[in-house]
């Protein structure tokens, strides 16, 4: 029996219709499933759609650029380099458990292609590793104020090459820098992926403005 992460869920119009919608939203370094729960109600999403948002809580475990300090984490940076020394493994053992997310929404009716996964810095590290290499197709990978971390360890799945990636982040964001957004975008356009981007004057957050930009993007992409 699988064990799956706890996490918030939030569900937009379930008396509606039966919900064949999902987005699966990670949030960052030591936050919780509740940091995005108060966004749903702002992104405007239209009347006929019936979504389940699931916002999963990370394990604690010790981070080493935080003394060793045990938090909410997906995985242990190791040091904050620009080019972030990371705790690989523990990446690709928190991308299996959000594939396990993706495999329970499967089976309560949600197509692959109606399920969008997202993430916040740390989280969208972990978004760009599951949806990059998911072997089916899925209706988009939204990444806010991260970076790709794992480029050399994915195993790029085929399915997902016409994939719509959202890329948004700060440009005063002192902790995961705007250029690391700009590489993602670099490398992913190299390879011929569908990429939006955009930047807000704002630091290591999202503001009102990225929030309606992201619910007419997921109006798209889940329609």
Not at 87 to 109: C, K
Not at 154 to 171: C, V
Not at 172 to 200: C, F, M, R
Request: with cysteine; glycine share 6%; net charge negative.
């Amino acid at each position: 029996m699988t064990d799956y992460l706890d996490a918030v869920i939030v569900e937009h119009n379930p008396s509606q219709k039966k919900i064949d919608r999902a987005v699966i939203w990670l949030h960052g370094l030591g936050a919780s499933g509740h940091d995005f729960e108060p966004v749903v109600p702002q992104l405007e999403l239209a009347n006929d759609m019936a979504v389940r948002f699931i916002f999963p809580h990370a394990p604690k475990r010790p981070v080493t650029v935080n003394g060793g300090m045990v938090m909410p984490a997906w995985y242990d940076i190791l040091e904050m380099s620009l080019e972030r020394k990371i705790d690989v493994a523990q990446i690709e053992e928190s991308a299996q458990q959000i594939n396990d997310l993706i495999s329970r929404e499967v089976e309560r009716g949600v197509a692959p292609e109606h399920i969008v996964i997202a993430g916040f810095s740390q989280g969208g590290a972990v978004a760009y590793h599951v949806a990059l290499g998911y072997p089916k197709r899925l209706a988009g990978l939204m990444t806010l104020s991260t970076y790709l971390a794992t480029n050399d360890n994915i195993d790029y799945s085929a399915a997902n090459k016409d994939m719509p990636i959202l890329i948004e982040h700060g440009t005063h964001d002192p902790v995961v820098p705007v250029i690391l957004g700009e590489q993602a975008q670099q490398l992913l356009s190299a390879k011929d992926y569908n990429v939006s981007y955009n930047t807000y004057p704002m630091a290591h957050q999202v503001c009102m403005p990225q929030i309606q930009n992201i619910g007419k993007w997921l109006n798209k992409v889940l329609a």
